[in-house]
C-alpha cells in the first residue's frame, strides 16, 4: 500500500475551523454520510497492512476495499 486517500474526518482541528451545519453537509456528501474518525483510518491502515503481508502480490484498491469494509462493519 503506497496511500490512503481519507475524505472529511473528525478532528478537533475540524471540529474548531468549521461549524457544526458546514460539517453535517460534508457528512452528507461522503458515501457513509458521517465523517471518517482517526481510529478508522489507522484501523482500515493496520488491517491493510496484515492483510498484505498474508496475500500475495501487491493489495492494492481490493484489498484496502476489504480492510475497509471489515473495520466499517465491525
Known amino acids: 500500500m503506497s496511500a490512503v486517500c481519507l475524505g472529511a474526518t ?12 458546514a460539517l453535517a453537509q460534508v457528512a452528507v456528501m461522503t458515501p457513509l454520510s458521517r465523517l471518517g474518525r482517526p481510529e478508522h483510518i489507522a484501523d482500515v491502515v493496520l488491517l491493510a497492512c496484515r ?3 498474508t496475500e500475495e502480490g501487491p493489495g492494492g484498491v481490493v ?6 469494509s471489515a473495520v466499517l462493519n465491525s
Open 51 to 53: 492483510t498484505a503481508e
Open 10 to 21: 473528525d478532528t478537533e482541528l475540524s471540529r474548531h475551523a468549521n461549524s457544526t451545519e
Open 63 to 68: 484489498g484496502l476495499r476489504r480492510a475497509a
